[in-house]
């Protein structure tokens, strides 16, 4: 069999507070949702927003790391992977699923004084750093480069 890739990437912003918990072994776990938009234009030249919305899960440092800077409206980067979970509904008997996408790697990109206030916090899941980056005011490259209609040559 060849090579398969399982790759997310994601930016977007945080639709409400996460929930931390921990397993019946210690681990932390946080669960939160993600919503990303796209910006279309309909038939008549109108142009209009689709957003999606995606369940992200992260474990261990990852978790407490969301849990110590993350909120509702936080802006962040993800990468991570996607995984289905499935279980039989204890009152009908049915079978349900979940699709969640396990975080690898998170960048809190939400300056202190915006919604969110993540600081300039990166967290990379393979390695056990967490690097504090300078709280010196910098430019939200994120708010920068987003493009406007006029941008748009059709």
């Given at each position: 069999?060849?090579?398969?890739?399982?790759k997310?990437?994601?930016?977007?912003?945080?639709?409400?507070?996460?929930?931390?918990?921990?397993?019946?072994?210690?681990?932390?776990v946080?669960?939160?949702?993600l919503?990303?938009?796209?910006?279309?234009?309909?038939?008549?030249g109108?142009?209009?927003?689709?957003t999606?919305?995606?369940?992200?899960?992260?474990?261990?440092?990852?978790?407490?790391?969301i849990?110590?800077?993350?909120?509702?409206?936080?802006?962040?980067?993800?990468?991570?992977?996607?995984?289905?979970?499935?279980?039989?509904d204890?009152?009908t008997?049915e079978k349900?699923?979940?699709?969640e996408?396990?975080?690898n790697?998170?960048?809190l990109?939400?300056?202190?004084?915006?919604?969110?206030?993540?600081g300039?916090?990166?967290?990379?899941?393979?390695?056990?750093?967490?690097?504090?980056r300078s709280?010196?005011p910098?430019?939200?490259?994120?708010?920068?480069?987003?493009?406007?209609d006029d941008?748009?040559?059709?």
């Open positions: 069999m060849g090579k398969s890739v399982n997310v990437i994601l930016l977007g912003n945080v639709g409400k507070d996460p929930e931390i918990r921990a397993t019946a072994g210690g681990t932390m946080a669960n939160f949702s919503a990303t938009t796209d910006r279309v234009k309909d038939q008549g109108n142009w209009s927003d689709r999606e919305w995606h369940n992200l899960v992260a474990f261990q440092r990852t978790a407490e790391i849990r110590d800077y993350v909120k509702k409206g936080s802006k962040l980067y993800v990468e991570g992977k996607i995984q289905t979970r499935s279980w039989d204890k009152q008997g349900k699923y979940r699709t996408i396990i975080i790697d998170l960048s990109l939400s300056g202190r004084g915006e919604e969110g206030g993540g300039g916090y990166t967290r990379a899941a393979s390695t056990s750093s967490f690097d504090q709280s010196a910098t430019e939200d490259y994120g708010q920068s480069a987003e493009i406007t941008d748009i040559p059709f």
